[in-house]
């Protein structure tokens, strides 16, 4: 890339550069730009919340068909001449998103599948193939049922003999804290949670022991009213609801939210039989009813 270029590629970069741009924000540039070339990128990660911020993102799993129990013979289920070997093939690009929380198992099998696929690479790992692992080794790791701290490491994806071919490269920037639209204040207080949390991944608030470590969670991040736990948690996310009414900023709503389970509320669907006429309206069944939408009408079918 020419010094030309690359001053217009940062300023294009810098236009979009708002709000909470991480990896997520890097996988989607990449596919972009290998795209527009003509090439192919996968984009897969190891759940399937987490591949629905990908382009074309899909669970590894899926993708590659990974046995759902590998060990360290496995193989991916993809048979080589299909038209998904074929487009694993002819991808130039694969990104796995979350990578960390996969067992080494995982990546193994992969790479043994796409040696017999390729070919023409098959002494190099994946079979000469640009993989792109992303994750974070503080949070959700490999979950193995009743292991301790040492067989849970054995199992991770950096004790795979693949790990030595990796290059490491790291995003220490917390994008969010360079928020235009943050006050000095939201800024401090999220720089602390933050610190805290980055804290807590690296082991730094308590003192480990051979089995556990206790974590006091500073009291700021508590909500201590056990009285009424709905208002307190409404009162610590929106602040005062009765003026609630009186936020006109749509962003304000935006980046606040309460995690609670789906609710569907169904409308009634039958004729009041006491309605003059419905004799005559035998032909209109329910899952008729149920398909009406007009103006005017709530919808059958409610999700909040």
């Known amino acids: ?14 236009a979009v550069n708002q709000g909470s741009t991480g990896k997520t924000f890097l996988w989607k540039l990449l596919s972009a730009a290998i795209r527009c070339r003509g090439d192919i990128v996968l984009n897969v990660a190891s759940s399937g919340i987490a591949s629905l911020l990908l382009p074309g993102g899909r669970t590894a799993h899926s993708r590659f068909g990974i046995p759902l ?6 193989s991916c289920t993809i048979q080589p001449g299909t038209d998904q070997a074929n487009l694993v093939k002819e991808s130039s690009l694969i990104i796995w998103d979350q990578a960390s929380m996969m067992g080494k198992h995982c990546s193994e099998a992969l790479d043994r599948s796409l040696s017999d696929i390729v070919g023409k690479h098959a002494n190099q790992p994946f079979g000469g193939k640009v993989i792109v692992f992303g994750g974070d080794f503080r949070q959700v790791i490999h979950v193995i049922n009743g292991a301790v701290r040492a067989e ?11 790990w030595e071919h990796c290059k490491l490269l790291k995003l220490t ?36 022991n051979d089995v556990e ?11 201590t009213d056990s009285e009424n736990p709905i208002e307190a948690i409404s009162t610590a996310i929106y602040g005062d609801t009765a003026s609630l009414h009186e936020k006109k900023e749509a962003k304000f709503f935006q980046e606040r939210a309460i995690l609670c389970d789906e609710k569907i509320y169904l409308s009634a669907d039958s004729i009041d039989p006491r309605d003059k006429g419905s004799n005559n309206n035998e032909a209109l069944g329910p899952d008729f009813l149920n398909t009406i939408k007009v103006s005017g009408l709530p919808n059958h079918s409610l999700r909040l």
């Open 173 to 208: 920037k917390n994008m969010r804290l360079l928020s235009d639209g943050l006050s000095p204040e939201e800024a401090a207080d999220l720089r602390d949670f933050s610190d805290c949390i980055l804290k807590i991944g690296d082991g730094k608030l308590a003192e480990p």
């Open 152 to 162: 849970i490491v054995l199992a991770s994806l950096n004790s795979s003999y693949l």
């Open 213 to 223: 470590a206790v974590i006091n969670i500073p009291s700021e991040f508590l909500i």
């Open 69 to 74: 129990n590998p060990d360290e013979f496995s």
């Open 1 to 14: 890339m020419t010094d030309e270029q690359k001053e217009i590629y940062d300023q294009i970069l810098a």
